[in-house]
């Protein structure tokens, strides 16, 4: 009978290892449907657009080609090519020479900004050799130096969210977002929706590079421009760290409850299977005529 106790005990601490392995996998699956259900929305939401846009720019290829016979084929496609090697290379193809250079000093400080931050637009990027070292040891040590700097201003933030937090939550959401809001709106000429757009995807460090300020080249930006836009990045992304953690907080107080919730039945199901089990085993030993 020990040796069946042992056994029962081990039967036990393995259950407990399934049922946190299982907790383990059903949060995985979340995690991937999550992934799947963003895919499916974003593939309904944005297709029809993309076959628009592309159907409209060949339509405009062929009107383009048919008022000027000209030109050919190949020759509008080699142009095409020479465009985007320009825009991929920093070089706005509209206009003429004299528009203002990508690496002035506050477009340089701007970029050197969202090296550190991870921010990454992909609008600019360097293209010399000595460039891209340079830019990899630039992040190699400054990405670092920012996350220091990050937490500790996250710190005083903190402390001051503890001290006027329902003060603090209204005046911050103004701060980073109402405002530079507002200011995007006035300086670029976005929607309100593109603005906020950008605020959100700028300070989570997600930077797709589709809305990028300080960047049009038609627009006339006051020199200080880009140190603010750098200022903003930075005390926002701290401040933005904040409500995310709140958020995985919140995350995992439902993880934690739902774990518990589900080792309980765990728990039951395994004190119901061996009461059964010790119920069948002493069935046998008194029917072996063993006491």
């Known amino acids: 009978i020990q040796i069946r106790q042992a056994d029962l005990s081990s039967a ?9 392995l299982s907790w383990t996998a059903l949060l995985a699956l979340a995690h991937f449907i999550y992934l799947l259900a963003g895919a499916t929305i974003f593939r309904i939401l944005e297709r029809e657009a993309e076959n628009y846009n592309r159907n409209h720019f060949l339509m405009e290829k062929l009107n383009f080609l048919a008022n000027y016979t ?49 921010i990454g637009y992909g609008n600019l990027s360097p293209s010399t050799v000595s460039g891209q070292i340079f830019c990899v040891f630039f992040a190699l040590f400054g990405i670092p130096l920012n996350i220091v700097v990050l937490n500790r201003v996250g710190k005083y933030i903190l402390a001051i969210v503890r001290n006027i937090s329902d003060f603090f939550e209204k005046k911050s959401m103004a701060l980073f977002f109402i405002m530079p809001m507002i200011v995007f709106k006035q300086q670029e000429g976005w929607t309100y929706a593109e603005a906020i757009y950008y605020c959100f995807i700028s300070l989570s460090t997600i930077g797709f590079g589709d809305f990028v300020a300080d960047s049009n080249p038609d627009n006339y930006y006051p020199k200080w421009y880009s140190v603010l836009i750098a200022s903003w990045i930075f005390f926002g992304m701290a401040w933005l760290a904040l409500v995310i953690n709140h958020s995985i907080e919140i995350l995992e107080r439902l993880n934690n409850y739902f774990k518990k919730q589900f080792k309980k039945n765990d728990n039951q199901d395994s004190v119901a299977h061996r009461g059964l089990g010790i119920i069948i085993i002493q069935h046998i030993l008194k029917g072996g005529g063993i006491s």
Not at 12 to 20: D, S
Not at 84 to 111: E, M
């Open 12 to 20: 036990g601490r393995l259950a407990t290892g399934l049922g946190c």
């Open 70 to 118: 000209c030109l050919d084929g190949d020759a509008l496609e080699y142009f095409v090519k020479v465009i985007l090697y320009a825009k991929k290379n920093g070089v706005n193809p509209s206009g003429n020479s004299t528009n203002p250079s990508n690496w002035d000093f506050s477009s340089s400080f701007f970029f050197a900004s969202t090296v550190i931050t991870t």
